[in-house]
């Protein structure tokens, strides 16, 4: 890679890797996996926002109103637990997440402002090596308190690898590779799947069960995504 291309790299391996990563994980451990993709359905209107704003593409009437209402929709999921239970993590838990999801947004921005030479793989490979690497003192840190290695069991090995090869490697460079085609305004249309897989999965495989307000929250979003971009 050029030497004028490594900061830009750099800065989506920040933005893109380290932070969404831990984010996205921290948040996951505090709140219900079913929440996950709702709150991410929240990425196209940040893209929607941000590519007005950063990438100078052109925003109308019914756009503005279908943001608006589908964020109501997100406040009310974020917020569910205290309509529900009380204060407790799972509110820390969905902020974590949407604060993920900021990050994930702002790394397809930049990733389509900056418009590197490079094929989708090398800029996996690039922005995973180095956001790895600034996860090593966060890692060495937690290993010498608590020593998480012990724990670890044939589940959670799987587990790794698969979140280490499916999950991360090969969708990034199949998220990546898509970017370079699509307009960004585009590319949140897919994460409409993410809810429906999310729900066939975890509410069998995990035991989690849906709420009043969840529902009526998720209805709210996507009735404001269709106006957005209907």
Known sequence: IKKSDFTKLLTLSVIGITLHI??????????????????????????II???????????????????????????IIFDPLLITGPDGSVL??????????????????????????????????????????FI?????????????????????????YGAIFSSAIAYFCYDFGIKYLKATEIGIFVYLEPIITLIVAMPLLGETINPPYIIGAVIVFVGLFIAEG
């Open 22 to 47: 831990a984010l996205f994980f921290m948040g996951l451990k505090l709140t219900s996996s079913i929440n996950v993709p709702i709150i991410n359905a929240s990425m196209p209107l940040l893209l």
């Open 50 to 76: 941000g590519s007005v704003w950063y990438l100078h593409e052109k925003l109308n009437k019914k756009i503005i109103i279908g943001t608006m209402i589908s964020l109501s929709g997100i406040l009310l």
């Open 93 to 134: 838990g969905n902020v974590l997440i949407f604060l993920a999801i900021i990050t994930g947004t702002v790394y397809v921005l930049l990733l389509k402002k900056f418009d590197l030479p490079y094929s989708a793989l090398t800029i996996v490979f690039w922005t995973f090596l180095l956001g790895s690497l600034l």
């Open 137 to 161: 003192p966060a890692f060495v840190t937690e290993l010498i308190l608590f020593q998480p290695l012990a724990a670890l069991d044939g589940k959670a090995f799987v587990g790794i690898f």
